[in-house]
């Protein structure tokens, strides 16, 4: 009996990411009870998330980044649209964020976070 192997599939590692470019936030008005509220997001130049944080109805929060090593299932799988694109969605509320108020959420969330 002769077995053959399937090939192994390789999937794409992550994305090649530029420096941190701009920081962005945004709400999803009519977020299900599942689904992040808000998105903060350091973004390279062409706004690939490098580090993201999510915010639940619930208060809570959770950190991403291409580090952890379940990044395929948390982190974006494409670029952030431009600001005008989200906004011109009335489900969507998008703004630019310094870093520093980044940073702060970034802090909450990893110092809170339990995945």
């Given amino acids: 009996m002769t ?39 350091e973004l390279d130049a062409l706004r690939w998330s490098i580090r993201c944080v999510r915010k639940f109805a619930d208060g809570s929060v959770k950190a991403y980044s291409y580090a952890a090593p379940d990044w395929r299932y948390k982190m974006p799988d494409q670029p952030l649209p431009p600001l005008e694109e989200i906004n011109k969605n009335p489900d969507f509320l998008g703004k630019e964020i310094t870093n520093a108020e980044f940073e702060i959420v970034w802090e909450k969330a990893t110092s809170s976070s339990t995945d």
């Fill in 3 to 41: 077995h053959e192997r399937k090939p192994s599939i390789l999937l794409p590692g992550p994305p090649e990411l530029g420096p941190p470019a701009s920081y962005f936030h945004g709400i999803w008005v009519g977020a299900p009870e599942d689904e992040p509220v808000e998105w903060f997001d």
